[in-house]
């Protein structure tokens, strides 16, 4: 069993920076990617960002690029996102999720395998 921990989370207002952290936890833990959702009130959860655990290929949301990096500290367990220059509109909750096995769809939230309780992010214009 794996568990996944956020943190990082909190108020800011537009044009600031936060770090959000992932730390895994469990008997063993090696999944193919590890991935950042977000949900606002009354929306459905969108992908963010997403890293391939085992190599340094990453994915990102449109609306994200350029402005978020994610990265992962594989001796740590953990995986970052790294958000710079953020909006009013990047205010949700924050998941991190594990994949464990390979697929295409590495944006779709039914491929992961395990989610955090999320930590939220709120910004202020």
């Known amino acids: 069993q794996v568990q996944l921990a956020e943190s990082g989370g909190g108020l800011v207002q537009a044009g600031e920076s936060l770090r959000l952290s992932c730390a895994a936890s469990?008997?063993?833990?090696?999944?193919?990617?590890m991935g950042w959702f977000r949900q606002a009130p009354g929306k459905e959860r969108e992908f963010v960002a997403a890293?391939?655990?085992?190599?340094?290929?990453?994915y990102y949301a449109d609306s994200v690029k350029g402005r978020f990096t994610i990265s992962r500290d594989n001796a740590k367990n953990t995986v970052y996102l790294q958000m710079n220059r953020l909006e009013p509109e990047d205010t949700a909750v924050y998941y991190c999720?594990?994949?464990?096995?390979?697929?295409?769809?590495?944006?779709?939230?039914?491929?992961?395998?395990?989610w955090g309780q999320g930590t939220q992010v709120t910004v202020s214009s």
């Open positions: 890293h391939r655990w085992g190599g340094s290929t990453t």
């Open positions: 469990g008997r063993t833990f090696s999944p193919y990617i």
């Open positions: 999720a594990a994949g464990i096995a390979y697929s295409s769809s590495n944006n779709a939230p039914r491929r992961y395998n395990y």
